[in-house]
C-alpha cells in the first residue's frame, strides 16, 4: 500500500536551534539567548549563538533538501530577527533572510510550511511581562502582521505557534526551558489563555492578509494515550485518556485544542483550572476560535491503556526489553494510528504530523558514512502505523521528520542528535546519514518500501558513498 499522490512529505527545523548568527541582521536578543547564559541551565553550557550556521549555509542546506527528496520543509521564523525588540522597527535584513531562503526553497521545488513561533521570544518583551502580559497577543499579531505581509506571495502553509504545551510548562512552569521561570498554575493558565489569543489573532490575520491563498494550523503536542488491544473497552478508555484534563497541569489535549477547534474549554478543565482564567474570558473565544485547515500535532510517543474494571484507563507497564531513544524515550509507533485518529474524530480537521523522530547516538564511522539503522527503523515503524490510518479513512495529509539536522536540542546542548543530516558542530561539515538515503527512497515510492531494511535499499542503488558539504562560515557551540 502507499500512501495517497498528494501526501505530503518533509522534514522539520526552528529558528533557534539551527540558524546561528545572533549578531546578523541587527537580531535582537531572544529568551533563550539568555537562558543560554545561566550557569548549569544547558548541558555543557552550549548555546545557540552558532548552531548549524543556517543563515549563512541555507543554499547548501536546501540543496541537501532537494537530494533528499523533500516535498516540504517547516521551518520558523525568529521574532526577534524580523523585529528586534518585539515591536516596532522592522529589520530589513532579518525579513530579507526568509525572502531568500523561501526564494530557494521555491526554486527547488519545495513547498515552505512557515512557523511563526518555534519558542524564542524576544528578550525586550519577556522583560515586559512576557506572555503575562495581555498585550502579548496584539505583540504576536503586529509581527505575524509583518511576516505575512512580506511572504505570503510565495507561502501559503502557515503554522501560528508551536508546543505550547512545552514552553508553557517547561519554560513557565518547571523551569527546565527558557525563560526558566517556575510560576504557579494560575499565572501558567493566564498564559496559556493569552497564547491561544495571540494564536487566534495571527490566524485572523493570515487569513485577511495573504496575498495567496493561505492554508492555515498550528503545532501543539500530541498527547497519546492508545489501547493495548482492540477490544472496544479499550480503545474507548484510551480516547477519554487522550482527552482527559489533568487537575495538577496543563499538559493535555483538549485545554488548547478545545478553544481553537471548538470554541470552548473542555468541561473538565475548567474545573480544575476557570477559577485562574481573566475575567471576561469567554468573550475571548471568537477570536480564539478562527477557521483552520489543518491539525498540526507533533507525537513522539505515547502511553499503553486498558480498561479497568470501571472502564477507565489503566496504564500498562512496558515490557523492560521496549526500545528507547538516546533521550530514553520509549519507542511506541502504535501513537502515530491512534494520535491521529483520536484527533481527527474529535476535531475533523486534516491532521498534519509536524514533528516525529528520534534521538540517537550517531557518529561517522571509518568509512565516512554515519549509519542509522535505529532511526530507519523507528520512522518505518511509525510510519506503518500513520499509513494504517490513512487506509482506515483518518484524514492525514502529511509528515514532517524531525529534524532535517543535527542541531542545538534545547536544554541538552548538542548531546542529542535527531537529524537525518549529520552536522559536524566544530567545522560546520553536513553528512547525510542513511537515514536520509533511506528517506528518499519512501518518499519516491510514496511509503510502499517502509520495511525494507538499510541493507536493501543498498540494494537498491540508493546508497552511494557519503556525501560531505563542506564550505561556509564554520559552526560550533
Not at 502580559?133 to 503586529?142: E, I, L, R, T, Y
Not at 512545552?166 to 525563560?179: L, N, Q, R, S
Not at 519512501?442 to 556525501?467: D, W
Amino acid at each position: 500500500m502507499r500512501f495517497p499522490d498528494d501526501f505530503v512529505w518533509g522534514a522539520a527545523t526552528s529558528s533557534y536551534q539551527i540558524e546561528g548568527g545572533v549578531n546578523k541582521h541587527g537580531r535582537g536578543e531572544s529568551v533563550w539567548d539568555d537562558f543560554c547564559r545561566w550557569p548549569g541551565a544547558v548541558r555543557g553550557g552550549d548555546t545557540g549563538d552558532v548552531a548549524c550556521d543556517h543563515v549563512g549555509r541555507y543554499v547548501e542546506d536546501v540543496k541537501l533538501m532537494k537530494e533528499m527528496g523533500l516535498g516540504a520543509y517547516r521551518f520558523s521564523i525568529c521574532w526577534p530577527r524580523v523585529i528586534p525588540e518585539g515591536v516596532g522597527a522592522v529589520s530589513e535584513s532579518g525579513l530579507g533572510f526568509y525572502d531568500r531562503l523561501v526564494d530557494e526553497l521555491l526554486a527547488a521545488g519545495i513547498e515552505p510550511y512557515a512557523t511563526l513561533f518555534h519558542w524564542d521570544y524576544p528578550l525586550a518583551l519577556q522583560r515586559q511581562g512576557g506572555w503575562l502580559n495581555p498585550a502579548s497577543a496584539d505583540w504576536f499579531d503586529a509581527y505575524a502582521r509583518v511576516v505575512v505581509d512580506r511572504l505570503s506571495d510565495r507561502v501559503s502553509h502557515w503554522l501560528t505557534i508551536n508546543e505550547p504545551h512545552v514552553f508553557i510548562v517547561m519554560g513557565h512552569g518547571t523551569g527546565e526551558h527558557a525563560p526558566g521561570l517556575k510560576l504557579p498554575i494560575s499565572d501558567q493558565v493566564l498564559i496559556s489563555h493569552n497564547v491561544m489569543r495571540a494564536h487566534g489573532m495571527a490566524a485572523r490575520t493570515i487569513r485577511e492578509r495573504a496575498k495567496t491563498k493561505p492554508l492555515i494550523g498550528w503545532a501543539p503536542v500530541g498527547v497519546v494515550s492508545y489501547p493495548v488491544s482492540d477490544d472496544p473497552a479499550d480503545v474507548e478508555a484510551a480516547r477519554k485518556e487522550t482527552f482527559a484534563s489533568s487537575a495538577t497541569s496543563l499538559w493535555t489535549n483538549t485545554w488548547y485544542n478545545d478553544p481553537v477547534f471548538l470554541g470552548h474549554y473542555p468541561e473538565e478543565g475548567l474545573e480544575h483550572f476557570g477559577q485562574h482564567l481573566p475575567s471576561g474570558w469567554e468573550r475571548d473565544m471568537e477570536v480564539i476560535q478562527q477557521p483552520l485547515d489543518m491539525h498540526g500535532t507533533n507525537i513522539y510517543r505515547g502511553t499503553p491503556v486498558r480498561a479497568g474494571a470501571d472502564g477507565k484507563a489503566e496504564e500498562v507497564k512496558l515490557p523492560i526489553a521496549t526500545p528507547r531513544t538516546s533521550f530514553g524515550w520509549e519507542v511506541t509507533p502504535e501513537v502515530l494510528y491512534w494520535g491521529p485518529k483520536f484527533l481527527f474524530e474529535r476535531y475533523g480537521k486534516p491532521v498534519v504530523i509536524c514533528e516525529n523522530g528520534m534521538a540517537n547516538r550517531d557518529w561517522v564511522d571509518l568509512n565516512g558514512r554515519i549509519s542509522d539503522p535505529q532511526r530507519i527503523d523507528y520512522v518505518g515503524r511509525h510510519l506503518m502505523e500513520l499509513r494504517r490510518a490513512v487506509a482506515d479513512g483518518v484524514g492525514v495529509k502529511g509528515y514532517f521528520q524531525w529534524s532535517l539536522m543535527d542541531n542545538f536540542e534545547w536544554a541538552e546542548g548538542y548531546d542529542q542528535r535527531f537529524g537525518m543530516i549529520y552536522v559536524d558542530f566544530e567545522t560546520g561539515e553536513r553528512t547525510l546519514k542513511d537515514s536520509a538515503r533511506w528517506y528518499r527512497t519512501v518518499i519516491e515510492s510514496k511509503g510502499e518500501n517502509l520495511g525494507a531494511a538499510p541493507e536493501g535499499v543498498r540494494r537498491s542503488g540508493a546508497f552511494e558513498p557519503a556525501r560531505r558539504m563542506t564550505g561556509g562560515t564554520p559552526a560550533g557551540h
